[in-house]
């Protein structure tokens, strides 16, 4: 078990490092954004506009013709904020410094662009099984838009591993651990719990699935916006001296901390943008699933709202958790991961700080595995059609129970270099169809400019 790990690592360390997937993600990013003239930036506040028109609660209940809007941006979200937004900052902090942080902006900034093209490509290629139920996704826009089936089922089957199996293997060990260490519940009691709830949303299909995340993820965010906000109201005056350590620290790690980590610029950049995008998703190809399921008039429409999933995900739920760790001065050198979490929350609310985390944990991974299932299966429909989900619903749900029991180290390493591997194809199709998003962004400007009178 030890030699795999070592040899998924190896992989993981050429994949994730310097010269291929991080250098590919924001160079396509940065590509895009000139390409499309900053619609992340320019398009914004109209963006933010068309979401919160579209919030509801309680939406129109998801069927074979899709879901809405926001129920989309729900399904989108619940998969972006997860185990990464708690544990994965807090990595990116320990080992690449407080300036990992700043790297983690200029990964989202570029990677909104990118998911403006993946939503609009989602929406242009999307399509309807025999049964009649919409369905879409990169596999889609591969094939039919690239015109290259063999990278289609690529894809197809590393994301189905990725996500549906190892991925929620991930999100399981960490609620299992984080019930543990807070309240002393057995791994296996979480285990059956986590697989009996996953099972039951799963059951009830894309109806069930729309109508949990569209009430989960604005309740878990709000939960964890507001507690994470008391904790730096508390430490104030430790907010501008964490924003100028961020700053300092993405140029001069050393110096940001006085030693306390030991990064290079390197090192800051590298964990700053890996965990950055491995949080918000942009260019994995995972949530074009869920953008492509929803019923809106024009593809850009889309594109915004997938665009303030990205910010929502890294520029306020990734950087509450910064924040606390940073104004609280819970970074020590001696912790990294969910550890440093927990022991910033702790600081700021005492004991009750690690069940707040757990409780917070559960909510992001729980979303999280229900997103995760729902990309994946679009794909098991893909290669195999309807009849296979039942037996992958029944997999999944033992996957995980299974990721509450084991030891975490492999798993997460074959998560990361199945990611990887999703991302490829995906990207192959991005750069080459781009142009279709640019058509789809210029066809509304157009329509918006002359219903509202006025040039953009």
């Given at each position: ?6 040899i998924?690592?190896?992989i993981?360390s050429?994949?994730?490092g310097?010269?291929c997937l991080?250098?590919?993600l924001v160079g ?6 000139i390409?499309l ?7 914004f506040?109209m963006?933010?506009?068309?979401v919160?028109?579209?919030?509801s609660l ?5 069927d074979?013709t899709?879901?809405?809007s926001?129920?989309s ?13 708690l ?6 902090i320990?080992m ?5 942080i700043?790297?983690?902006w ?5 990677g ?6 993946e939503?609009v490509?989602?929406?242009?290629y999307?399509?309807?099984d025999?049964?009649?139920h919409?369905t879409?996704g ?9 015109k ?9 089957v ?5 996500l ?6 991930v999100q399981?060990?960490?609620i299992?651990a ?8 057995p ?17 009830g299909?894309i109806?069930?699935i ?5 009430k989960?993820v ?14 730096c ?6 907010i ?13 790690p050393?110096?940001?901390t ?5 990064a290079?610029?390197?090192?800051a950049?590298?964990?700053g943008?890996?965990r ?9 190809g995972s949530t ?8 809106v008039?024009y593809?850009?429409q ?9 910010f929502f995900?890294t520029?306020?739920v ?10 609280t001065?819970?970074l020590?050198g001696t912790?990294t991961?969910i ?6 929350f702790e600081?700021?609310f ?8 757990a409780?917070c944990l559960?909510?992001f991974a729980?979303?999280t ?10 794909n098991?429909k ?16 033992l996957?995980v129970?299974?990721?509450s029991?084991?030891?975490v180290?492999?798993v997460?390493e074959l998560?990361?270099?199945?990611n990887?591997?999703?991302?490829l ?5 991005l ?8 058509k789809a962004l210029?066809d ?13």
């Amino acid at each position: 078990m030890q030699e795999l790990t070592s040899i998924v690592s190896s992989i993981n360390s050429v994949l994730w490092g310097p010269y291929c997937l991080i250098p590919l993600l924001v160079g396509s990013g940065l590509y895009f954004s000139i390409r499309l003239k900053f619609v992340q930036v320019k398009r914004f506040v109209m963006a933010f506009r068309y979401v919160l028109e579209t919030i509801s609660l309680a939406g129109k209940k998801a069927d074979h013709t899709g879901m809405s809007s926001f129920q989309s941006l729900a399904t989108a979200v619940a998969a972006q904020v997860g185990t990464g937004n708690l544990a994965g900052v807090a990595t990116a902090i320990a080992m690449g410094g407080p300036g990992a942080i700043f790297w983690m902006w200029i990964a989202a900034l570029f990677g909104m662009a990118t998911i403006f093209v993946e939503a609009v490509l989602a929406q242009l290629y999307r399509t309807q099984d025999k049964k009649g139920h919409v369905t879409g996704g990169p596999a889609y826009y591969i094939q039919n838009g690239l015109k290259s089936k063999g990278l289609a089922v690529f894809f197809a089957v590393a994301i189905i591993i990725a996500l549906g199996f190892i991925g929620n293997m991930v999100q399981s060990n960490s609620i299992a651990a984080a019930f543990d260490k807070a309240w002393g519940i057995p791994a296996p009691v979480v285990g059956i719990v986590m697989a009996a709830l996953a099972g039951f949303v799963f059951i009830g299909g894309i109806g069930r699935i729309a109508s949990t995340t569209e009430k989960l993820v604005p309740l878990m965010a709000v939960f964890y916006l507001v507690g994470g906000l008391i904790v730096c109201i508390s430490y104030w005056d430790g907010i501008l001296p964490a924003f100028k350590m961020i700053f300092v620290g993405a140029f001069d790690p050393a110096a940001a901390t006085g030693g306390v980590v030991g990064a290079s610029i390197k090192e800051a950049i590298r964990y700053g943008v890996a965990r950055g995008l491995f949080s918000n998703e942009a260019g994995m190809g995972s949530t074009p699933h869920a953008h492509a399921m929803a019923r809106v008039k024009y593809p850009a429409q889309q594109g915004f709202v997938a665009m303030v999933g990205v910010f929502f995900d890294t520029f306020i739920v990734l950087n509450m958790t910064a924040m606390v760790i940073l104004a609280t001065g819970a970074l020590d050198g001696t912790r990294t991961g969910i550890e440093l979490t927990q022991y910033a929350f702790e600081l700021g609310f005492g004991t009750l700080g690690l069940s707040f985390v757990a409780i917070c944990l559960f909510f992001f991974a729980f979303s999280t595995i229900i997103g995760w299932y729902f990309f994946a299966e679009q794909n098991v429909k893909y290669l195999f059609g309807n009849r296979a989900v039942l037996p992958y619903q029944l997999i999944v749900v033992l996957f995980v129970f299974l990721g509450s029991l084991l030891q975490v180290n492999l798993v997460w390493e074959l998560a990361d270099m199945f990611n990887g591997l999703m991302v490829l194809p995906n990207l192959i199709a991005l750069l080459a169809l781009y142009k279709l998003a640019g058509k789809a962004l210029e066809d509304y400007e157009g329509i918006y400019d002359a219903k509202h009178g006025h040039h953009f």
